[in-house]
């Protein structure tokens, strides 16, 4: 516990070199691109513009059965996983990339997955301004339940942070963990009701997909954003989530902090 906290105190201490270190990342990945940032934004846009026709072809527009049209309840999801998704992934071999730094004596190690945590954080924060912009284009105005927002960013935040610091430890021993991860996220992406409603599986059975803490984040954004309700309004899904995440947390630092000192032999 004592060790966790002095982890923490650590990596604020250093969170201008993060910050630097992350502008730094995020402009390297589209050196040689003639279109350079634009690439960042264009697969997750042509993602949702797939799935958007997909599942309408399917079963038509949601908001012709008097809720939220359904680009708008699945744009509510898509992007809140697309930042779980892209951080976690770039997070978990971000010690490889970085080996050179891992090597110096003096460079505070921890603040590798964060750095690639950040990186990945500029673009949400832009496809978050989109989101906001849909919405209001499409006469959903915010309102006062927009302002738990922030709640359920910091909520994902963290779990990554745990996440991260664990495979990114595991992965310079076991490269697998880079595939597993991959498979993990694909899965995952399946398994949390981003194109589909939590509805649709049957009320005996909906504890189970109540498991994967992204169904909190998801469904936690679109109470936000179109549901309009609190978070405390659901304590046991809030309880289990914390408990979740935060043994995340400790054990990913934990994990992190024991495996540090054969980084630089391996790497």
């Not at 690639?116 to 959903?140: D, N, P, R, T, W």
């Not at 809030?238 to 391996?266: E, K, M, N, Q, S």
Request: with cysteine.
């Amino acid at each position: 516990m004592i060790g966790v906290v002095s982890e923490v105190k650590d990596i604020w201490k250093k969170r201008g070199l993060a910050f630097t270190l992350a502008k730094a990342d995020f402009k390297k990945r589209f050196v040689g691109n003639s279109f350079g940032i634009l690439w960042m934004f264009v697969q997750p846009l042509v993602t949702v513009a797939i799935y958007y026709m997909v599942f309408t072809l399917l079963r038509g527009d949601r908001g012709q059965a008097g809720g939220p049209p359904f680009i708008l309840w699945m744009i509510a999801g898509m992007i809140p996983w697309f930042f779980f998704n892209e951080a976690w992934n770039v997070a978990t071999t971000s010690l490889q990339e970085y080996s050179y730094l891992v090597k110096k004596v003096v460079f505070q190690i921890s603040v590798l997955p964060v750095v690639k945590i950040i990186s990945a954080l500029f673009v949400h924060l832009i496809f978050m301004l989109i989101l906001f912009a849909m919405y209001i284009a499409m006469g959903y105005y915010p309102t006062i339940y927009w302002l738990q927002i922030p709640y359920y960013f910091i909520c994902m935040l963290l779990l990554i942070v745990g996440l991260a610091f664990l495979t990114s430890a595991v992965y310079v021993f076991f490269k697998d963990m880079g595939q597993i991860v991959n498979i993990g996220l694909q899965f995952g992406m399946w398994l949390t009701p981003i194109m589909w409603e939590p509805q649709m599986i049957p009320a005996r059975f909906q504890w189970l997909i109540k498991l994967n803490p992204m169904y909190y984040i998801v469904e936690g954004y679109r109470d936000c954003l179109l549901e309009h309700q609190w978070f405390w309004q659901f304590p046991k899904q809030t309880a289990y989530f914390w408990l979740l995440t935060l043994g995340f947390f400790f054990l990913g630092i934990t994990v992190f902090r024991r495996l540090r000192p054969h980084f630089a032999d391996v790497l």
